[in-house]
């Protein structure tokens, strides 16, 4: 059914990335190891916006990489402009930078930067977000349509096998990694009789208040008579929880999410979001270092399948990880990880929800 991604065995992480120690600084814009290793790493994220992922997690998680390989880096963030994405990029490739990894923020800015980046000798790897149309060397990432599949799994968990009227809050119609989120969740939930699609958005740029504003639109329209939302991640969730909420009805329809943010979690335990989807960011930090690591020594990666870029007519060369669906059940598991901090996620009323669900 997948024509997207071939996953093969999915990369645990203690086989992400094993590297020596080595000092390193970092500055504003990143910052540089000690340079034991030619060449340096230059890296764009996307945005502050659609996820607090990138600042509080991959971009600590690939320093310390990058730190441990002794190999100079440069980590900035585009905010969101694809004008900024590429002015960042020709920065990066006038200053020297020989490996750049993109995350972009549309396929068509990010392909245009490693076109550019290819005349010039440098190679790119396409981070969390596939580039259609690109010529990236390798992509790393979770596989997409797995995630799309637990949160799927997720929402079905959560209606049961009862006759359910069922929302799809889709992400940005931009974002390659969206379209394969509705995939997989598709895939798990069209062959449900029980289920009824009443109706199905594209959020634009992943922009909770949009999403705000499509779902409110939704509810009205179906006259409140939605039992689920496939939300796509855990801002475009809380969004809708908050429309549900301001209806009187918060906790009584099940929404799912991903990326396992404080909000989200803390939804999951007052009972008002069903389930996230969780990606440990740091084996796909490690998984991206070890790429361009091995880039910089002229080798050849190590990886676990490929991505079909349809556009591009090509397969890329991938490390594609296993996404975590995350319930109430299992929320323990983030917290055990370090991907979230106890006392933050169990401060004041939430103290007594934390204990219940077994975190201390």
Not at 11 to 33: F, I, K, N, Q
Request: with cysteine; proline share 2%; charged share 25%.
């Amino acid at each position: 059914m997948r024509k997207g991604i071939l996953s093969l065995v999915a990369v645990s992480a203690a086989a992400a990335l094993t590297l020596t120690a080595c000092g390193g600084d970092s500055d504003d814009e990143g910052g540089s190891g000690s340079g034991a290793i030619k060449g340096k790493v230059g890296v764009i994220l996307p945005d502050t916006v659609s996820s607090t992922r990138y600042e509080s997690f991959d971009r600590p998680y690939l320093e310390q990489a990058f730190k441990a390989a002794g190999v100079q880096y440069d980590i900035q963030n585009a905010e969101g402009s694809t004008q900024r994405f590429q002015t960042i990029a020709d920065q990066m490739i006038t200053s020297g930078v020989t490996i750049l990894v993109v995350d972009g923020i549309d396929s068509n800015s990010a392909a245009a930067v490693q076109r550019k980046a290819q005349q010039r000798g440098v190679k790119t790897i396409d981070y969390d977000r596939l580039t259609l149309g690109g010529v990236s060397d390798y992509y790393v990432s979770f596989d997409n349509v797995k995630v799309g599949e637990e949160l799927g799994k997720g929402l079905q968990k959560c209606l049961g096998d009862k006759a359910a009227n069922i929302v799809y809050l889709n992400g940005a119609p931009t974002d390659n990694n969206a379209t394969l989120f509705a995939k997989g969740a598709h895939n798990i939930l069209d062959p449900v009789t029980k289920y009824k699609k009443v109706a199905e958005q594209a959020v634009p740029d992943w922009k909770a208040e949009k999403a705000a504003t499509i779902f409110e639109q939704m509810w009205t329209e179906q006259r409140g008579k939605i039992d689920g939302v496939l939300a796509a991640n855990d801002g475009v969730g809380n969004a809708a929880v908050s429309i549900i909420k301001k209806n009187g009805q918060g906790g009584k329809v099940a929404v799912t999410g991903q990326d396992a943010t404080l909000q989200g979690l803390q939804n999951i335990l007052d009972g008002t979001q069903c389930m996230t989807v969780y990606k440990p960011v740091k084996e796909e930090a490690e998984a991206a270092a070890k790429l361009a690591v091995a880039l910089l020594k002229g080798e050849k990666a190590e990886t676990n399948g490929t991505t079909n870029d349809a556009t591009g007519k090509r397969d890329v060369p991938s490390v594609l990880l296993t996404p975590i669906g995350i319930t109430k059940e299992n929320i323990k598991r983030v917290v055990d990880d370090g991907f979230v901090k106890a006392e933050e996620l169990c401060k004041g009323d939430y103290a007594a929800k934390c204990k219940a669900a077994g975190i201390q």
